[in-house]
């Protein structure tokens, strides 16, 4: 599989990205949706940022404040207090309940090339509701008759949820709360309905019985979902044995629907393959990748914040160009270039 990765990589660090207030600093800026928008290509950043901290035996962990309007509070947990396991830097867990230690929203970022960004200095979609209290992340985007639909993950003490907002203009959104309740991950809308109806792709993460494996879903108004389908699941040994999940929204080919899809081995090592589903019951798969089409190999992929991962929530399509935008470590954007006809002859049945 010949990948032509951006030679400008990573094209947006957490550097590149001002944070939402004075007393925060970005950690993270990766897995945005992508979609091309009158004259410009737009991402929509997950941005990640935690509360500056000059003590090292202090931990600050933002929450939104539930009584104010978007408002963060910030509380501080003593690395010293045995309740509280700090060995993830990414979240503490105690005995009754888990905190992260940065809290993300949503930025848009604007390019005429594709490749060189100018990024927003506000928020686009910022957390502001109790399915919110730990943070917005992973958006996807799907244009339908002229009407953004962006799902996103919603994150609170409660669970990990899939939220739905709609812009026209990207300059107002609309929230529409929950569409999939917890824990669900990586869902997204087709950018067509299939015999009348909206269909979304999602993962349900089960505890008891079952695998972290993909769904399909189908729905009459986009926020009332039903019809749940199994997808497909992970596979025995090699790169998606460990969770597979939707990435990018998936767009038509002359041979169906084609998903372009991430998968993680147990160790959590994340790459990204593709799926093609039948275009008039895109439940079926028709075939699917024997082998990564992007894996972790450059710097930037393989060390960050999560090392070994690529992880994409958007791409462009251009004839047979597809463009990849996706999260290197769980870090920072970067961006590459695959034929889409050549990814159709390496999917295997």
């Known amino acids: 599989m010949k990948v032509k990765r951006f030679p400008e990589n990573p094209l947006i660090t957490p550097n590149d990205v001002q944070p939402s207030r004075e007393d925060f600093e970005v950690v993270c800026v990766f897995n945005a949706g ?5 004259d410009e290509i737009l991402l929509l950043l997950r941005v990640a940022e935690r509360p500056k901290t000059g003590d090292p035996l202090i931990v600050p962990v933002p929450i939104l404040n ?3 309007s978007g408002d963060i ?3 501080e947990l003593s690395r010293e207090d045995p309740e509280f396991d700090f060995s993830d830097t990414r979240i503490v867990v105690g005995r009754k309940k888990a905190y992260l230690t940065s809290i993300s929203h949503l930025r848009l970022a604007r390019s005429k090339d594709g490749r060189n960004f100018t990024i927003d200095t506000e928020p686009a979609i910022f957390p502001n509701c109790a399915t919110e209290a730990y943070g917005v992340e992973d958006p996807r985007i799907t244009e339908l008759d002229g009407t953004y639909y962006i799902v996103y993950k919603s994150v609170a003490p409660d669970g990990i949820t899939q939220s739905l907002a709609t812009t026209k203009d990207f300059k107002t959104y609309e929230k529409h709360g929950v569409i999939f309740a917890p824990e669900n991950m990586d869902a997204m809308i087709f950018p067509d309905k299939v015999q009348g109806k909206y269909v979304a792709l999602h993962r349900p993460v089960p505890h008891m019985i079952g695998e972290p494996n993909m769904w399909i879903a189908y729905s009459p108004d986009a926020l009332h979902w039903g019809g749940h389908k199994y997808l497909a699941g ?3 040994g090699g790169w998606e044995s460990g ?16 998903e ?10 994340y790459s990204l393959g593709a799926m093609l589903l039948d275009a008039d019951k895109p439940e079926r798969v028709i075939a699917r990748s024997a082998k990564p089409i992007l894996e972790p190999e450059m710097s930037y992929e393989v060390d960050g914040f999560v090392p070994n991962v690529v992880f994409t929530c958007g791409v ?9 935008y996706y999260g290197g470590a769980d870090t920072v954007i970067a961006g590459a270039e695959l034929s889409v006809a050549e990814i159709l002859s390496h999917l295997k049945s």
């Open 34 to 38: 992508a979609i091309r928008y009158q």
């Open 66 to 68: 539930l009584e104010s």
């Open 73 to 75: 509070d910030i509380f």
């Open 234 to 236: 992970v596979m025995t």
């Open 243 to 258: 969770r597979i999940g939707g990435g990018a929204v998936p767009f038509m080919t002359e041979q169906g629907w084609l």
């Open 260 to 269: 372009i899809y991430h998968g993680a081995t147990p160790d959590h090592k």
């Open 316 to 324: 462009i399509v251009d004839g047979d160009k597809l463009t990849i």
